[in-house]
């Protein structure tokens, strides 16, 4: 993605592009693989965070 690190994605957004399908909001899919990224992203660099979330409205690169 192309985008500059402040621009604020939903999840929405971000299910349609990664699975190019509908996404349904009950479903904890992006939860899920947020976190297990955010893990990932941890434990090869402990301090610094790479993805910020922004209460109400979605995620960001931090």
Avoid at 34 to 51: A, F, G, H, M
């Amino acid at each position: 993605m192309n985008n500059p690190p402040k621009q604020i994605f939903t999840r929405e957004q971000l299910y349609r592009k990664v699975w190019q399908v509908e996404y349904y909001d009950d479903d904890n899919t992006m939860n899920v693989h947020l976190s297990n990224l955010r893990k990932v992203l941890l434990k090869l660099d402990s301090d610094n965070e790479y993805i910020a979330t922004v209460w109400g409205i979605g995620v960001k690169l931090a």
